[in-house]
């Protein structure tokens, strides 16, 4: 299924590669779906703008992807959007951290970042 494909993208932090197999099936989705899959594009999009140095539009979409995700908890599309949403609002709240300290973001890994989307009933480790 694509939507697999594009999780599996993410996973690789293939961010850029997430987004265009998401937002074709975005673009074609109703609700509840339609937002669902833009919450997950909006922190794709995020992390992709952290690996390119653009602190400020990665909290912009990280907030808005959270926030868009936290109407689909506990689970959705069998995927773990609890999860999701903790992580994110943990990266979150170190980004705005780093900004309020004008932190020069140098990507992901600087952070100590580790994003995963986990299918439903899979154990983070």
Known sequence: MVFWQAIA?????????????LESLWMEATEPDRSFLQGILQIAVALYHLDH???????????????RLHHYC????????????????Q????????????????????YGFNPSIRPWGK???
């Open 123 to 125: 154990v983070r480790g």
């Open 9 to 21: 993208h993410f996973n690789h932090r293939q961010y850029y590669e997430c987004h265009d197999t």
């Open 53 to 67: 140095q653009n602190l400020r539009g990665a909290i912009i979409l990280l907030g808005e992807g959270r926030y």
């Open 74 to 89: 506990p689970m959705f599309f069998d995927v773990d959007i609890t999860d999701l949403v903790e992580q994110s609002g």
């Open 91 to 110: 990266w979150l709240h170190i980004l705005q951290m780093a900004s309020l300290e004008e932190s020069i973001p140098t990507g992901l890994n600087s």
